[in-house]
């Protein structure tokens, strides 16, 4: 999973230092005496020299880290944090306790019933549910929390501030949103112009794919959260706010209705594959490097992997709208929102100072790895550090053609409920035989209650 998530990075300061364990000296009284043998074994013998005692060494304090670790994008960064963190705090052995990619399902119970990894890289949704059984601490007042707001990169403070005002994590990702990468190749193959700006011209694309025996778009909606990224991008053409826009709502808003109706049109275009919602990442995005699918939806941060995969073949397009008129004038209004995020600490550690500095550390080495070494701008937190990886063209391109020009962001929807709904009703959408209408009439009940 990834997991939205983005705008410039300048400094990073590591307030971790290192803890050098001194180790003490004994010193010997060497003297030997110059008198017979009988006369120096009757001499008063001399006192010892004084020894300085060996300061003791920092104990072992063992934490074990939830966090997704199964591809470029989610195991290096991590890799290179705890190194790091191996070389600023030796005595810290952590355990990786890898995220499946089940939608955050396990988690969620684990949550629930209290039984955590010691640190937690998780996402607003989750933290709500940790925070509302006090499974897992505020960090108001953590000295690393006030170190972090300094560091904030301008425009993230949603990204460490909760809604409700409080702290809960330390981020990493600045405030990421969800793109369509395609393929050129087949898209010149196929006759298929990029970028897309309508839905139309998407129903006809998806038609033109599968007549070539080509999956239009790959989706890994096995995870239910990338159907309901999907969905927030035909909804932001109309409504900026995505779902912040059901805030208070006791309806389902029109820009919404419209999206889901688009979404079951599309379904019945062919753009999904019949098995979408059995597949998971790793086999979606399998498909769209080996050319078996034309396009794939997935947040930024596939930049690199897609470019590493596809090089010059692949770019990337925002959401269409319902005609070019409106595409042109929401195109920068990103699909993805600045939500809290990153690493948060369980109420039940048994150590709970040392994991609040590792979770603080683990993700500003994770910040440093992505934009020293991928190159990528959208981080949380200042970096002093230079670039030194060979930024992918498509990362370039985010820097100069989209960033400048972002106009909004979508806003976070704070009901834990509306969301879980959102989740089930979008993934039934591309299942064929699932309506709009259901899926508007679903999230009504639940915004009623």
Not at 74 to 96: C, F, G, Q, R
Not at 331 to 356: D, H, L, Q
Not at 368 to 391: F, H, L, M, R, W
């Amino acid at each position: 999973m990834k997991n939205w998530t983005k705008l410039s990075s300048i400094a990073l300061a590591s307030i971790m230092t290192v803890s050098l364990t001194a180790c003490g000296s004994e010193t010997k009284n060497d003297a030997i005496s110059k008198a017979s043998p009988v006369a120096s074994a009757a001499a008063t013998p001399t006192a010892p020299a004084a020894t300085t005692p060996a300061a003791p060494a920092d104990p072992v304090v063992k934490l074990s880290i939830f966090t997704n670790h199964f591809d470029d994008d989610t195991s290096k960064p991590y890799d290179y944090a705890v190194a790091e963190l191996k070389k600023a705090m030796p005595n810290i052995e952590v355990t990786l306790v890898p995220g499946l990619q089940d939608n955050g399902q396990k988690i969620k119970t684990q949550m629930a019933t209290g039984d955590l990894p010691d640190i937690i890289d998780t996402s607003w949704d989750i933290m709500q549910i940790g925070s509302k059984s006090n499974n897992i601490l505020t960090l108001d007042d953590a000295p690393e929390t006030a170190q972090f707001k300094k560091d904030l990169n301008k425009g993230n403070e949603a990204k460490l501030i909760a809604p409700d005002g409080h702290v809960y994590g330390y981020p990493y990702a600045g405030t990421e949103f969800i793109i369509l990468y395609y393929n050129k190749k087949l898209f010149a193959e196929a006759g298929v112009q990029a970028p897309i700006k309508t839905i139309d011209q998407l129903k006809d694309a998806a038609k033109k794919f599968n007549a070539k025996g080509i999956i239009p778009l790959a989706i890994f909606s096995k995870e239910k959260w990338i159907g309901n990224a999907l969905l927030q991008g035909f909804m932001t053409r109309e409504e900026p706010k995505g779902y912040g826009a059901l805030n208070g709502a006791m309806e389902t808003p029109a820009a919404l209705k419209l999206a889901a109706k688009q979404v079951e049109e599309l379904q019945a275009a062919g753009l999904f594959a019949k098995n979408a919602t059995q597949t998971n990442y790793d086999q979606a995005s399998s498909l769209f490097y080996q050319g078996k699918a034309a396009m794939f939806v997935n947040g930024q941060w596939e930049i690199p992997s897609s470019q590493k995969n596809l090089g010059d073949n692949v770019d990337f397009m925002n959401f269409p709208a319902k005609d070019e008129a409106t595409y042109e004038k929401a195109k920068f209004a990103m699909n993805g929102a600045g939500g809290p995020g990153g690493f948060a600490v369980s109420a039940k550690t048994k150590n709970k100072e040392v994991a609040i500095k590792v979770a603080a550390f683990m993700a500003r080495k994770y910040a440093e790895y992505k934009y020293t070494q991928v190159g990528t701008p959208i981080v949380s937190i200042k970096v002093d550090k230079p670039i030194t990886a060979q930024v992918p063209a498509m990362l370039t391109r985010l820097g100069k053609e989209v960033i400048p020009n972002i106009t909004s962001f979508a806003t976070v929807q704070n009901d834990t409920n509306v969301n879980l709904s959102i989740d089930d009703n979008s993934q039934n959408l591309i299942v064929s035989g699932f309506t709009a209408n259901q899926f508007v009439a679903n999230l009504n009940k639940t915004l009623k209650k």
